[in-house]
């Protein structure tokens, strides 16, 4: 194990799920040298094998222990000791480590570097690109010195049939199942932004209500508050040890009851394990200040540069 960098433990299941999102989640603590404790979640990975993966903050002895939701399930039950030896890095997250924001007003390395967030919005890009046409994006965004890419996690209205193979993050509506090669495929292009020493930066759940067949809709919108849970969850157990900031919905409705709910989401979500910097993507010219004080939320964002004028009602 380095410091700052993606460790990971693989596990098989004494179980084989019909529908693993619904029926186990797993989690670890793990317990740096000097005390402090981290809970991270794990996530399935097809037939028996679960992972657990987590970035160590401080070099020396950790210890650590799984647990899960289906206590019958010994295979995901394990404890254990590791070194974590210093970082080695090639990018500036390995030499630096991952985000924080600090005072609640800027972002910086782990070890007190800051870090100016440069993004460029490829929101379509893991889910569509070929892994050549990706690997050139990046290589061009690293040429301009962008260092951070956003993007979207899941279908959404910008692509509602999923990927480019035609595959959707998950089946069903109600009650989802995972669609575990549409998350293989995605984690190649993930993988391909943090070797290239670029900051990872995901919408998890796109928000916006744009068509009446639920199946099409846009899952921050369409799913119901537990199904948006274990899907969020999940991408963040595949994700949450590299270099990421979160954006837990995008274009979401954030007044009234909407607040309400993705203040449910995000508590559920966040509110009880170690993760990355997390924010909401806001629609156009809307205000997100009444999120302000949330435990799990760490910084605002507004969007301005659309929907001023009489173009945005065309649009």
Known sequence: MRLWQRSEWHLKSSK?????????????????????????????????????????????????ATSCSDKTNKGLIISGSVYCAEANGETMFGQRGSLQVTNKSYLEHADGTPFFYLADTAWNGPLLAEPE??????????????????WVATQWRGAP???????????????????????QRLELKHDAIIKAGLLSAPVLLWAIEWHEDPDKNDPGFTLAEEQAILLARYMVARWGADPVI?????????????????????????GDIHHAPV??????????????GEPWLDF????????????????
């Open 16 to 64: 084989l799920y019909d529908n693993p999102l619904q029926e186990a989640q797993l989690s670890a603590v793990f317990t740096a040298p000097r005390g402090a404790t981290f809970r991270v979640y794990g996530f399935w990975d097809g037939g028996l094998d679960w992972r657990i993966r987590f970035a160590p903050d401080e070099p020396g002895d950790w210890t650590f």
């Open 161 to 183: 049939d999923g990927d480019s193979k035609g595959t959707k993050a998950y089946r069903g509506n109600k009650t989802i199942s995972l669609e575990l090669p549409f998350f």
């Open 246 to 270: 979160w954006f837990l919905p995008g274009d979401a409705d954030y007044q009234g009851a909407n607040a309400d709910r993705w203040r449910r989401i995000g508590q559920a979500v966040f």
């Open 133 to 150: 046409d990706w690997q050139h994006y990046l290589n061009t965004r690293l040429e301009q010195k962008v260092n951070t890419v956003q």
């Open 300 to 315: 605002l964002c507004y969007q301005s540069g659309h929907g001023d004028g009489d173009s945005y009602d065309r649009w």
């Open 279 to 292: 924010t909401l993507h806001p629609n156009s010219q809307q205000w997100i200040g009444n999120f302000r």
